[in-house]
C-alpha cells in the first residue's frame, strides 16, 4: 500500500493499475529524460534514484522501499529528471498517470491524499536539501539511519535491525560524503555502541545517543563538490 493512502482509497486505485513489473537487481525502471506516464507504486524489494550529471557523474537523490511511489519527478515536465535503479529484485504497480488524475477529480478525497502524498515528497527533498547545506558528517549519517528506522516502523518491519540495500559508496554519494567518511563513521558509531555493524546488516543499539548527535550545533564546512572530509 502506497504510503500515505488508506484502504478505501487503494481500492479505487487497484482497478487503475495498468501491469506489475517485476524486476531484477540492476534493472532500470525509468531514465532520465524518458516521458513521463505514469506512477510506480513499490509492492516489494527496493530501489534507488539517481541524478545524471553534466559532468558524467551521478548523484544517489533518494532510496525508496516497498510503498513508496515512484516517478513524481516527471510530473512538472512531462519528463524523468532521474532515472530507478533496482538494488535488488523488486516488483512495482505502473498506473497511468492519466487515470489518477481522472479518479482526482471525480474523488475530493482521494485528490486530497494524493495531494498529502505529493507533498511529502516535497517535504523529503527538501529536508535532504537542509541536511546536506548544513549538517556536519556524523549529523548526516545519523539522520539517515534514524530515518530509515522510522520508515521501516511505519511499514510494519523492525525499526532496530535492517538491511542497508544500497553499498557505503551509494549512500556517501546520497548524502554528499565521501566513501572514506562514511566507512569511518560507521566505525565509530559501531565502536562507540550506538549501533550494530556487521555487513549491510545494522542493528540500532542507542536510538537517543543518535538524536543526540543529529542535535549537535557546530557545522564543519563542506570540502569541493560539497562533499565533507
Do not use: W
Not at 53 to 64: I, K, M, R, T
Not at 183 to 188: H, I, P, Q, T, V
Amino acid at each position: 500500500m502506497p504510503n500515505g493512502l488508506d484502504a478505501a482509497e487503494m481500492r479505487l486505485l487497484d482497478p487503475l493499475v495498468a501491469r506489475r513489473i517485476r524486476m531484477r537487481k540492476g534493472d532500470i525502471l525509468f531514465r532520465a529524460g524518458e516521458k513521463f506516464t505514469a506512477l510506480y507504486a513499490i509492492r516489494s524489494g527496493s530501489c534507488k534514484t539517481v541524478l545524471p550529471g553534466e559532468d558524467g557523474h551521478c548523484q544517489v537523490a533518494g532510496y525508496h522501499m516497498a510503498g513508496d511511489v515512484l516517478g513524481t519527478d516527471g510530473i512538472a515536465a512531462d519528463s524523468h529528471d532521474c532515472e530507478a535503479v533496482a538494488l535488488e529484485d523488486m516488483e512495482v504497480c505502473a498506473i497511468p498517470f492519466d487515470r489518477i488524475e481522472t479518479l482526482a477529480r471525480q474523488n475530493a478525497h482521494f485528490q486530497h491524499s494524493l495531494t498529502r502524498l505529493l507533498s511529502k515528497d516535497i517535504a523529503r527533498e527538501r529536508h535532504s536539501m537542509l541536511m546536506l547545506g548544513t549538517m556536519q558528517a556524523d549529523q548526516r549519517l545519523a539522520t539517515f539511519l534514524l530515518d530509515l528506522a522510522q520508515r521501516y516502523h511505519e511499514r510494519g518491519y523492525s525499526s532496530v535491525e535492517f538491511v542497508l540495500r544500497m553499498t557505503r559508496e551509494e549512500i556517501g554519494s546520497h548524502l554528499g560524503l565521501k566513501l572514506e567518511t562514511v566507512s569511518r563513521l560507521f566505525s565509530r558509531f559501531h565502536e562507540e555502541g550506538l549501533i550494530q555493524v556487521h555487513g549491510r546488516v545494522v542493528k540500532v543499539l542507542d536510538r537517543i545517543a543518535l538524536r543526540k548527535v543529529v542535535g549537535h550545533e557546530r557545522v564543519e564546512s563542506p570540502g569541493p563538490g560539497g562533499a565533507i572530509k
